[in-house]
Nanobody, 124 residues
Framework: QVQLVESGGGLVQPGGSLRLSCAVS????????IGWFRQGPGKEYEGVSC???????FYADSVKGRSRLSRDNNNNTVLLQLNSLQPEDTGVYYC??????????????????WGQGTQVTVSS
């Protein structure tokens, strides 16, 4: 079974940055697609970013230009750097593993394993 452990969330002021980590076990990153999602209060799940088994990366418009997804293959970990954070970025961030990658979005239904989530709060 694929297991994912997230870390790196916290409280930051507007304009601040966070680096979220997703440690993956049960599969290597060249065999599983990793996606990041978030859900703010009263909002639906939003696909934030995704990386394919070959390293292709998708960013949602809401974070494009101020985020960077990367992977540490030696540690089997996917990192999501978030910069210029704003209050609307507040929410629980989840990473998930699946079998399908798209250049056009990150649909939650194609991901079969999920982490526990990490809280990101952006507030002055």
């Amino acid at each position: 079974q694929v297991q994912l452990v997230e870390s790196g969330g916290g409280l930051v002021q507007p304009g601040g940055s966070l680096r979220l980590s997703c440690a993956v076990s049960g599969a290597t990153l060249d065999h599983v697609v990793i996606g990041w999602f978030r859900q703010g209060p009263g909002k639906e799940y939003e696909g934030v970013s995704c990386i394919s088994t070959s390293g292709r990366i998708f960013y949602a418009d809401s974070v494009k230009g101020r985020s960077r997804l990367s992977r540490d293959n030696n540690n089997n970990t996917v990192l999501l750097q978030l910069n210029s954070l704003q209050p609307e970025d507040t929410g629980v961030y989840y990473c998930a593993a699946g079998d399908y990658y798209s250049d056009y979005g990150v649909p939650p239904g194609v991901f079969h394993s999920w982490g526990q989530g990490t809280q990101v709060t952006v507030s002055s």
